[in-house]
């Protein structure tokens, strides 16, 4: 009997020791997390995204972002997407940004030549908005993230860096 008290509290010891009485559902994202770029995100695009720890830009709670073929994965656009020359190990983060939305008369001529290349670009029309983000990691490598809206709802999100390419392509679609 003795040995099988020693045993539980043996087998037990272990959950003892690294319990807590904290909070379980408090959120962990903001360890290590440094958002110094926030006030610099464009604004032109903070309906649509926004920045996470610097290092990524994410859909804003309005809008879900996905793949064409996925409801699961959820896309992201990293600061270490843009290809570099460079070898340079560790993360990647975020330093500048430009954005500006495309004139309508020119949207046409940037969907036959550059987003009908795409594979997974199925859009038969061009879009109603075309916003062009500029981004530059701290490698001073930059890539474009066109943001292409079909309407007021739905849309789709291509990073170029240097080229469009199908794995870089996904939708997003404005939650109701």
């Known amino acids: 009997m003795k040995k099988t008290k020693l045993l539980l509290l043996l087998l037990c010891f272990p959950l003892i020791v690294h319990s807590h009485n904290g909070d379980n559902n408090q959120d962990d994202d903001d360890t290590e997390c440094e958002n110094h770029l926030n006030e610099v995100f464009p604004t032109l695009l903070k309906p649509y995204a926004k920045l996470e720890c610097d290092q990524f830009i994410v859909n804003t709670e309005q809008w879900q972002w996905r793949f064409p073929n996925s409801y699961f994965d959820r896309p992201y656009v990293p600061a270490?997407?843009?290809?570099?020359?460079?070898?340079?190990?560790?993360?990647?983060?975020y330093k500048e940004f430009n954005a500006e939305e495309i004139e309508k008369n020119l949207i046409p001529e940037l969907h036959e030549s550059?987003?009908?290349?795409?594979?997974?670009?199925?859009?038969?029309?061009?879009?109603?908005?075309?916003?062009?983000?500029?981004?530059?990691?701290?490698?001073?490598?930059?890539?474009?993230?066109?943001?292409?809206?079909?309407?007021?709802?739905k849309g789709w999100v291509a990073i170029c860096s240097p080229i469009c390419a199908p794995e870089y392509f996904f939708l997003t679609e404005r939650l109701k």
């Open 114 to 153: 550059k987003f009908k290349k795409i594979r997974s670009y199925l859009q038969t029309q061009p879009p109603e908005r075309l916003i062009k983000l500029k981004a530059t990691n701290d490698l001073g490598d930059q890539m474009d993230v066109w943001f292409g809206l079909i309407s007021e709802d």
């Open 80 to 93: 270490f997407a843009p290809k570099t020359k460079k070898n340079i190990g560790g993360n990647r983060v």
